[in-house]
């Protein structure tokens, strides 16, 4: 399974970093992605990392704020989050999947709270 775990409430400007672990299984031979859920919307696209990685990917709204990045070896990959905003409110979900330009995620972890306060 996938856990992701390092949300909570920041103040907007601040910084978090998510982790997502994986227990049970590999993710280093997967693409790997980001994603968030804001309330009565669907789930969409934040930023997606290739096996190696070597290559990312962001949705607009993020770039040049966020980071995603991986340690294979302990089996985690990260999203780093700065200069909050309080549009980036919501439940962050991790996954692992395919191609990282045009990513599916095939599997999912469950979610982990972020509050982004003005």
């Known amino acids: 399974r996938l856990v992701e775990s390092g949300g909570g409430v920041v103040q907007a400007g601040g910084s978090l970093r998510l982790s997502c672990a994986a227990s049970g299984h590999s993710v280093r031979d997967y693409d790997m992605g980001w994603f968030r859920q804001f309330p009565g919307k669907d789930r969409e696209f934040v930023a997606a990392i290739n096996w190696d990685g070597y290559r990312t990917a962001y949705v607009d709204s993020v770039k040049g704020r966020f980071t995603i990045s991986r340690d294979n070896y302990a089996n985690v990959v990260y999203l780093q989050m700065n200069r909050l905003k309080p549009e980036d409110t919501a439940v962050y979900y991790c996954?692992?999947?395919?191609?990282?330009?045009?990513?599916?995620?095939?599997?999912w972890g469950q979610g982990t709270q972020v509050t982004v306060s003005s």
């Open positions: 996954a692992k999947g395919t191609n990282v330009d045009d990513f599916r995620a095939h599997f």
